[in-house]
């Protein structure tokens, strides 16, 4: 029997097999978890449902939610409350989007409006889904949340600027809220991953040597998988890690504790 076995969990934000998102859901149904899913758009509805069924779930409801939209996340949670009995063991939280414009050239040059959307998709979204799930899961008598942050929120990485801003922003947020749930038993925690080939990353310029970068100088001298993500997020998720909450976990091959 899995560690997560009979607990129900919401994964937003798992796109297609590359995405982040995915591996979390992955090793969460290894680990006999029940998902549901909550994607943006109706091809990532079909995909999911496709991931969903190779890996034996083929009943796991999948949900269109804009995240960003409160009247969808309202709609969202009467879904998972209907498919789950009014109980959430658990939620990840795999969100994050900024224009393209803002990913390029200098930081000083973000617009307004780029840096609205990117704040609004990528912070205000966990704000939201916790607040939504915090009833289904105090109904389960606790639960736990999980959201993927990245080293650029606490260091500048070339290129990645408003994200950037917005990593800082999630996971000073994650503390306020896992100081709000902690007493319904709802921790809140992030995982930092190292960088991983998604559709999403290739978005970033100067990713490939990104990659190259962090494989030659991290401790562990080599890339990190998906998967490990994923593994590090169902534990996160699960009763062994009960007393853990307001906490950011590293899974980057150990390239964070390096300097020069």
């Known amino acids: 029997m899995g560690v997560m076995e009979g607990r129900r969990v919401l994964i937003a934000g798992a796109r297609n097999k590359w995405s982040i998102g995915w591996h979390c859901a992955a090793a969460l149904i290894r680990e006999g978890a029940i998902p549901a899913f909550s994607v943006y758009s109706e091809r990532e509805l079909d995909d999911v449902r496709k991931l969903a069924e190779g890996a034996g779930v083929a009943d796991a409801p999948v949900f269109l939610c804009d995240a960003t939209v409160p009247e969808q996340v309202e709609q969202l949670y009467r879904q998972v409350g209907e498919a789950f009995d009014g109980k959430l063991d658990g939620l990840v939280h795999s969100i994050a989007f900024a224009p393209r414009a803002a990913l390029s050239g200098s930081y000083l040059e973000t617009t307004q409006e780029d840096f609205r959307v990117a704040m609004a998709s ?9 607040r939504g799930a915090q009833p289904l899961m105090k109904a389960a008598g606790g639960g736990g949340i999980v959201t993927m942050t990245y080293l650029g929120g606490d260091r500048v990485v070339a290129k990645y600027n408003v994200m950037g801003v917005c990593k800082a922003a999630l996971e000073s947020s994650l503390r306020y809220l896992a100081y709000d749930l902690g007493p319904d038993n709802i921790r809140v925690n992030a995982v930092s991953a190292g960088p991983i080939k998604t559709l999403a990353a290739q978005g970033i310029p100067g990713f490939s040597s990104m990659l190259s970068q962090v494989a030659e100088r991290c401790p562990l001298q080599r890339r990190v998988e998906g998967d490990e993500v994923g593994d590090a997020a169902m534990f996160l ?10 906490a950011v976990l590293f899974v980057d091959a150990g390239y964070n504790i390096m300097g020069m």
């Open 122 to 130: 990528s912070v205000y979204t966990l704000i939201a889904l916790a």
């Open 237 to 246: 998720l699960s009763p062994w890690a009960r007393g853990i909450t307001g």
